[in-house]
């Protein structure tokens, strides 16, 4: 990852930007680089900061009291991630197999697409790194199947999210998964702006915050020009996933302007995340360009005590975000 050694002011160049995404998102000088290394503050401080004037969220908000973050339960509401081994042995391309079992016990059968897909699958390791988004096979039978990359030992983290077509609401269940051979873990990157990945440069602007959402953009670049033209990939410009630090909290989230086809978009994909509470996160957009889709990697400080608040002049603006889960 290559480090911004200069924080860039983005704020009048991300407004010219945010024309194309009309009046949904309240964007311009609140928009600062992502840079803050201060420590967090303590956790849940920013609840009693909360002058929305938007009403909805009382402090203790559906984000972090009524809806518990997904990911970090095996089984919820009847449904189950059922592996059909907890350990594999290491290699770049390890047959993975799962089910997820409904109220009755058997496998579910029907599911409901969600972003092109009826179940996305998401693998790091529980030190965040090597990361996979991958849409696992299902067979008559109801076991899904896909090839990982666990070409390095360790303890991985698997997440699949989905919507059953019987519950009619998406669930994320986790459940670990053990790779024999060598670990060696590899430590969080510091929180920076830009990263780099597959020769492209992606910059990060936003100013994320505890209990309601955040607005983040990523903007890419390729040779220092950014790129105009990214591809549609599962029915956006980006798909990013949000794993907070400690306990692999999961928060997937989808930009509000949906893409299709042979539709193109960039160079800045802006997304609506509610961060359950402070801390420290690993985010991972996923954009596609050249035919590939490509994964850059931030980590971001919520609630670090610098982060200005976003102007509450406008809350309409951000009560007309629709898309966020
Ligand atoms: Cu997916």
């Known amino acids: 990852m290559r480090l911004s050694s200069t924080p860039v002011k983005l704020g009048a160049y991300a407004g010219g930007l945010a024309v ?18 201060a420590a967090a503050a303590p956790a849940g401080s920013a609840e009693h ?25 095996v089984s919820e509401r009847g449904y189950t991630l059922a592996p059909a081994a907890g350990s594999l042995p290491a290699g770049s391309s390890v047959p993975f197999a799962f089910t997820v079992t409904g109220p009755d016990g058997a496998p579910v059968q029907e599911f409901t697409e969600e972003h092109e897909k009826e179940l996305h699958l998401i693998v790091v390791r529980r030190d965040l790194a090597g990361f996979q988004h991958v849409h696992p096979a299902r067979d008559a039978a109801g076991t899904w199947s896909v090839p990982l990359d666990l070409a390095q030992g360790g303890s991985y983290r698997v997440f699949a999210d989905f919507t059953p077509a019987a519950l009619g609401e998406g669930l994320t269940l986790g459940t670990d998964l053990s790779v024999a051979g060598d ?8 929180p920076a702006a830009t990263a780099a990945v597959d020769g492209y440069e992606i910059r990060l602007a936003g100013t994320p915050v505890a209990g309601r959402e955040s607005e983040l953009t990523f903007t890419v670049s390729r040779n220092g020009r950014e790129v105009t033209d990214l591809e549609a990939y599962l029915g956006a410009f980006g798909h990013l996933v949000s794993l907070r630090t400690g306990d692999l909290a999961y928060l997937h989230t989808h930009p509000a302007q949906e893409a299709h086809g042979d539709e193109t978009g960039g160079p800045a994909v802006q997304f609506a995340t509610t961060f359950p509470t402070n801390g420290s996160y690993r985010l991972f957009l996923d954009f596609a360009h050249g035919g590939r889709v490509h994964t850059a990697e931030f980590t971001v400080t919520v609630g670090a005590p610098a982060a200005p608040e976003l102007p509450a002049s406008d809350p309409a603006a951000h009560d007309a975000i629709p898309h966020e889960d």
Do not use: R
Not at 20 to 37: E, H, K
Not at 183 to 190: K, M, N, V
């Open 20 to 37: 194309a995404f009309a009046a949904a998102f309240t964007v311009g000088s609140a928009l600062d680089p992502v840079t803050d290394t």
């Open 183 to 190: 670990y060696a873990p590899e430590p969080l990157p510091a």
């Open 49 to 73: 900061e909360e002058t929305d004037a938007g009403g909805h969220d009382d402090g203790h908000g559906a984000a972090d009291a009524a809806t518990p973050p997904a990911g970090l339960a």
